[in-house]
């Protein structure tokens, strides 16, 4: 049992968490940035909405080149989002709303600017500053090229050379994402116990988990061996890892990043509360993923495959019962997730005609989504996912329908647009500001009308205020949802039952059907309407339904949770 939040232990297996990207979710003074005390104020939206615990981007000390996720310290609050005693704060309202806290930790890489990266250009080659990251002399007669053919996920060379105190061109170091992002070494055991005091320095404050950043990608193979593939990791596969060995990639997924997490299980099981840990892995196939869940290892992995799957039944079911199957094999729940920080959100992502994968960002100039088809598809999804047995990530702004929104060129500000020449549009548009009031300056995301990226002029429509209290809006849905989820026990279902309606093979029609917890729920993926069962209570529909004289119809791309004598038998 938790001391600091209510709930049942291992809480994490069954909860809905809402993912909170602080810059772009409640400006607290105005300046056109998220803050903590913004984020604190609209803690009653999460606790109105029905969610378990909430999941903050980072929010430590940071130049911000990589909104964040480039830390120069990872034991103090950014002066853009506020002060440590803001963070001691937010938790502390989070759990008497009874919400519990999970933080994102970065430990692949520091900013350029931390404390340990500025040592280690001063110190010089072979020195024990330099030994924390990973610093190799180049190739060539003059140490002129980089050590290996790495390829940055952000684009261009995974190498930046350095220049040394004495002005000359010195070695180079690897970063795996942007060159602001130095690679830690983590076989220095000076790295390893760092990051283990930075657990309980955050444990210590009273959060209830970390989201781990790159979970895959700490330890690389010994000798940084040769690798010219590219090192895109936002499909659901990594390049390179193909074929019936798949073969990690010598950056991702290495043996060693298990002996790291099963310390970390070791630091979080020191304390009271059931504290959990969440790995972001994009690993494949899910077997490998299953072996970060292991019982001594992370609690949960987020399950990239469903999120990138494409709106059909046939391709859903598989993927969510290969998930299932892997996790129950090392005792772990399965998670569900449809949107995040890093992928066009899926309103948008469904209103394509591709419906699903993960474009890299949409552009004015793009084949452009349509919206009321997005947002039918959408509902239609969510519904699903809340449905299934395991846990639930909800991304901020999700519950409002809320689309990408198209970021003119001259104001992104995502690393990736940059360093691929531009032609890769980049996240920005999934990281648009929340809004909360239609009528308000930036739509209330702020007392004023700064916002760090300029929102679309629908966000006023699709603002909270205009959708609390409305039958059938997004909003009410989703908070419909949370509540019978919880009441129907969905999450923590011990498993789900395929079935079919009136004897029709339905994934072939495009219909998925499958019981769980008392509950019938059908998700109609196809083209024609699907006849519900006589007699069953219908819960909630994501969509209008239609009628056939007394028969209930549930249209094209909706989805239903039933109850009752028809839908239980």
């Not at 909860?15 to 940035?33: E, K």
């Not at 992002?181 to 444990?203: A, G, I, K, T």
């Not at 919880?486 to 029709?504: F, I, M, N, Q, V």
Request: glycine letters at 12%; a negative charge; one cysteine or more.
């Amino acid at each position: 049992m938790s001391t600091t939040a209510g709930g049942r232990g291992e809480w994490w297996r069954s909860a809905v968490i809402y993912q909170v990207y602080p810059r772009s979710f409640a400006d607290g003074d105005g300046d056109g940035m998220g803050d903590l005390p913004g984020i604190t104020a609209r803690l009653p939206h999460l606790a109105e909405l029905g969610v378990d615990a909430l999941w903050l981007s980072p929010f430590y000390t940071s130049p911000q080149l990589d909104a964040g996720y480039d830390v120069a310290d990872y034991r103090d609050v950014d002066p853009r989002f506020g002060v440590l005693a803001d963070a001691d704060a937010l938790i502390a309202r989070a759990h008497e709303l009874g919400l519990r806290v999970v933080v994102d930790l970065v430990p692949n890489h520091t900013s350029w600017e931390h404390a340990w990266f500025r040592a280690a250009l001063a110190a010089g080659p072979g020195s024990p500053e330099r030994a924390r990251y990973l610093f190799r002399d180049g190739r060539g007669e003059h140490g002129e090229l980089p050590p290996t053919s790495w390829r940055s996920v952000f684009g261009g060379p995974a190498w930046t050379r350095t220049t040394e105190p004495d002005g000359t061109p010195g070695q180079w170091y690897l970063h795996l994402f942007d060159s602001s992002q130095p690679d830690l070494d983590w076989s220095n055991p000076e790295v390893v116990r760092e990051f283990q005091d930075v657990l309980r320095f955050w444990l210590d404050r009273g959060v209830d988990g970390f989201r781990v950043d790159v979970a895959h990608g700490l330890v690389k193979a010994d000798g940084l061996p040769e690798w010219d593939a590219e090192t895109e990791m936002i499909t659901g596969t990594l390049a390179g890892q193909h074929g019936e060995s798949r073969t990690p990639p010598p950056m991702w997924d290495q043996e060693g990043v298990h002996e790291v997490y099963r310390a970390w299980r070791a630091v979080l099981d020191e304390y009271e509360g059931d504290r959990m840990l969440v790995a972001e892995a994009w690993v494949d196939p899910v077997e490998r993923l299953a072996r970060y869940v292991r019982p001594d290892e992370m609690h949960q992995a987020f399950n990239f495959g469903y999120l990138v799957s494409p709106l059909d039944a046939a391709a859903l079911k598989a993927q969510v019962e290969e998930t299932s199957r892997a996790m129950a094999a090392v005792g772990a729940p399965p998670t569900w997730v449809l949107s995040n920080h890093d992928v066009v959100r899926h309103t948008t992502r469904f209103g394509l005609s591709t419906a699903g994968g993960n474009p890299d960002g949409l552009a004015a100039g793009d084949d452009q989504p349509d919206p009321a088809v997005g947002l039918q598809r959408a509902r239609a999804a969510t519904l699903l996912m809340l449905a299934l047995p395991g846990s639930a990530y909800v991304y901020q702004g999700e519950e409002l329908g809320l689309p990408d929104g198209v970021v003119p060129d001259d104001a992104r500000q995502d690393p990736t647009w940059e360093r691929t020449g531009h032609e890769v549009n980049g996240r920005d548009g999934c990281r648009v500001p929340v809004p909360w009031e239609g009528d308000a300056p930036s739509f209330g995301f702020g007392p004023t009308a700064a916002s760090w990226l300029p929102q679309p002029a629908v966000y006023g429509e699709l603002a909270l205020d205009r959708q609390r209290d409305v039958p059938g809006s997004t909003y009410e849905m989703y908070r419909a949802a949370l509540r019978l989820r919880r009441e129907l026990a969905l999450g923590s279902s011990p498993g789900l039952d395929w079935t079919d309606l009136d004897g029709a093979a339905e994934v072939e029609g495009g219909v998925l059907a499958f019981r769980s917890s008392g509950a019938l729920v059908v998700a109609n993926l196809g083209g024609e309407p699907v006849r519900l069962p006589d007699g069953a209570e219908v819960l909630l529909v994501s969509g209008e339904l239609g009628h056939d004289g007394e028969a209930r119809l549930l249209p094209p791309t909706t989805t239903a949770w039933l109850r009752g004598p028809a839908a239980t038998a």
